[in-house]
């Protein structure tokens, strides 16, 4: 069964940082391209960072605004999102979602279409206190 799996939430204070990991079962992730999302609760999904499948290349939200980190670890078969300076407006449930195809291998997959994913994992809780 082909699944992504999250996990790394939690809660933290203003200011402080978690790490998110995505981490796949039952296939390789060499040849897909991860994004995050997140959705609050009565918000529509948002897109939050991208990563192309071999180059490394990424694509931020406006609203992270250069707090988040993505990384891909092809040889653990997990990717990262390196969350820093955390506000309480970060909360949300964080999905990672994978994308196949060589469109993507050069590219960050666009966090604006849903579509192009072709996997999506449950979710991982990630809560900022003021």
């Known amino acids: 069964q082909l699944q992504l799996v999250e996990s790394g939430g939690g809660l933290v204070q203003s200011g402080g940082s978690l790490r998110l990991y995505c981490a796949a079962s039952?296939?390789?992730?060499?040849?897909?391209?991860i994004a995050w999302f997140r959705q609050a609760p009565g918000k529509e999904r948002e897109g939050v960072s991208s990563i192309s499948a071999f180059g490394g290349s990424t694509d931020y939200a406006y609203s992270v605004g250069g707090r988040f980190t993505i990384a891909k670890d092809n040889a653990k078969n997990t990717v990262y999102l390196q969350m820093n300076s955390l506000k309480p407006e970060d909360t949300a449930v964080y999905y990672c979602?994978?994308?196949?195809?060589?469109?993507?291998?050069?590219?960050?997959?666009?966090?604006?279409?849903?579509?192009?994913?072709?996997?999506w994992g449950q979710g991982t809780q990630v809560t900022v206190s003021s």
């Open positions: 039952g296939f390789a992730l060499t040849h897909y391209a």
């Open positions: 979602a994978a994308a196949y195809g060589s469109t993507w291998y050069h590219q960050p997959p666009s966090i604006t279409e849903e579509s192009i994913y072709d996997y």
